[in-house]
């Protein structure tokens, strides 16, 4: 069994009448980078202060590294949990090098130690300890905020939506190179984020957070495919969800009879399609009339309605053909479908 690293038990906080959070309940395994993905409003920033210390939580407990850091009456400060933290815009000491921001919480021998210059390193800023921070890029600020976080080895690294400010070809490239960091140093982390292309792609597993609560946790994989409900299935994607009758392992849907991903109770039930099941074709399939193609460069996302009215949309390769609104193509579906009863 993987060792639990953080462990939040019932964890709630109210602002005067808001439950921002209304009972977590989180595990993070040692060396495990957890996305904490929601929407705005629905609580990740308090969970990461409370995380932090910033907070005083009203019951729960929360644990981390086998050291109980709130709840039953204690609250250990944010400066005695060593918990870093990664903020947004970085928050690096101005009139500081590089290498002074980095060492800043370490003992003269961790310094000494080549500690500095090796998350340097892992960051991808080997020989840039001399420089000032306003002689970096943004994206150069963010990977020494992350060297910083490391540094003295905490227990636990919390990233507070750390790539909001930049643009997104640099995202994507730090995403990588921060998520390698963290495995290499083999740090426990938290990310929070309301972005889910940030969280699938850059997280061992995704929490996903509405309304106060972690609704799901799994895999990025589990999280995509298998949704707990027709919410988290729309946020964490695209999603087709259709009305349908269950009858044994088929549904019965406006494309026909679809295998099912699992098990599901009979009767009236909303199924889930990823737009990148569908496939068009000239022929063949429940047949559709395109309502309009948005063209997106390696793909395009195509609406559709279908003879009954039912309006949907299918993401396919660009092969360079162009379907005008008005075309007639078939619609056949790729792979198992997820259902969900309806409730009675
Ligand atoms: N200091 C505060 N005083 C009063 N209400 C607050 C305070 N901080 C947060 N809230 C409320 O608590 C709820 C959760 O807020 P929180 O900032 O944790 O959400 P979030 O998911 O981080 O949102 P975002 O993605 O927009 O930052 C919201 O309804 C918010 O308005």
Same mark, same amino acid.
């Given at each position: 069994?993987?060792?639990?690293?953080v462990?939040l038990?019932?964890v709630?906080k109210?602002?005067?009448?808001?439950?921002a959070l209304?009972?977590v309940?989180l595990?993070?395994?040692?060396?495990?980078?957890?996305?904490v993905?929601g929407?705005?409003?629905c609580g990740k920033t308090t969970l990461l202060r409370c995380l932090a210390?910033?907070e005083?939580v009203?019951?729960?407990?929360v644990?981390?590294?086998?050291?109980?850091?709130?709840?039953?009456?204690?609250?250990?400060?944010?400066?005695?949990?060593?918990?870093?933290?990664?903020?947004?815009?970085?928050?690096?000491?101005?009139?500081?090098?590089?290498?002074?921001?980095?060492?800043?919480?370490?003992?003269?021998?961790?310094?000494?130690?080549?500690?500095?210059?090796?998350?340097?390193?892992?960051?991808?800023?080997?020989?840039?300890?001399?420089?000032?921070?306003?002689?970096?890029?943004?994206?150069?600020?963010?990977?020494?905020?992350?060297?910083?976080?490391?540094?003295?080895?905490?227990?636990?690294?919390l990233?507070d939506?750390?790539?909001?400010?930049?643009?997104?070809?640099?995202?994507?490239?730090?995403? *990588?190179?921060?998520?390698?960091?963290?495995?290499?140093?083999?740090?426990?982390?938290v990310?929070v984020?309301?972005?889910?292309?940030?969280?699938?792609?850059?997280?061992?597993?995704?929490a996903?957070m509405?309304?106060g609560r972690i609704?799901?946790?799994?895999?990025?994989?589990?999280?995509?495919?298998?949704?707990?409900?027709?919410?988290?299935?729309?946020?964490?994607?695209?999603? *087709?969800?259709?009305?349908?009758?269950?009858?044994?392992?088929?549904?019965?849907?406006?494309?026909?009879?679809?295998?099912?991903?699992?098990?599901?109770?009979?009767?009236?039930?909303?199924?889930?399609?990823?737009?990148?099941?569908?496939?068009?074709?000239?022929?063949?399939?429940?047949?559709?009339?395109?309502?309009?193609?948005?063209?997106?460069?390696?793909?395009?996302?195509?609406?559709?309605?279908?003879?009954?009215?039912?309006?949907?949309?299918?993401?396919?390769?660009?092969?360079?053909?162009?379907?005008?609104?008005?075309?007639?193509?078939?619609?056949?579906?790729?792979?198992?479908?997820?259902?969900?009863?309806?409730?009675?």
């Amino acid at each position: 069994m993987t060792e639990s690293m953080v462990n939040l038990a019932g964890v709630t906080k109210s602002y005067g009448p808001v439950a921002a959070l209304a009972g977590v309940d989180l595990d993070v395994a040692r060396g495990e980078l957890l996305a904490v993905l929601g929407p705005s409003g629905c609580g990740k920033t308090t969970l990461l202060r409370c995380l932090a210390g910033f907070e005083r939580v009203d019951s729960g407990v929360v644990t981390v590294a086998g050291q109980r850091l709130a709840g039953d009456r204690v609250h250990v400060p944010p400066h005695r949990r060593r918990v870093a933290v990664v903020p947004q815009d970085g928050a690096l000491f101005p009139h500081l090098s590089v290498a002074d921001n980095v060492g800043y919480g370490l003992d003269r021998a961790a310094r000494r130690g080549g500690r500095v210059e090796e998350v340097l390193a892992l960051v991808g800023l080997d020989g840039y300890g001399g420089r000032m921070p306003h002689q970096l890029s943004g994206g150069q600020q963010q990977r020494v905020a992350v060297a910083r976080a490391l540094a003295p080895r905490p227990p636990l690294v919390l990233l507070d939506e750390p790539f909001s400010a930049l643009d997104a070809q640099l995202r994507a490239e730090l995403r *990588v190179d921060v998520r390698r960091a963290l495995h290499a140093d083999g740090a426990t982390a938290v990310l929070v984020t309301h972005d889910q292309g940030e969280a699938l792609s850059m997280a061992d597993a995704v929490a996903v957070m509405h309304a106060g609560r972690i609704v799901q946790c799994g895999t990025p994989a589990e999280v995509y495919r298998n949704p707990a409900d027709p919410w988290v299935a729309g946020f964490v994607g695209d999603a *087709v969800l259709l009305p349908a009758t269950v009858d044994a392992d088929v549904a019965v849907t406006p494309l026909g009879r679809l295998p099912l991903r699992g098990p599901a109770a009979g009767g009236i039930a909303t199924v889930l399609i990823r737009p990148e099941q569908l496939r068009l074709a000239p022929t063949g399939g429940s047949a559709a009339t395109v309502v309009r193609q948005d063209f997106h460069g390696h793909d395009a996302l195509t609406t559709l309605r279908l003879a009954d009215g039912t309006v949907l949309t299918a993401r396919t390769l660009d092969e360079g053909v162009a379907l005008p609104a008005g075309a007639q193509v078939g619609v056949t579906v790729r792979g198992p479908v997820r259902a969900y009863a309806e409730p009675a």
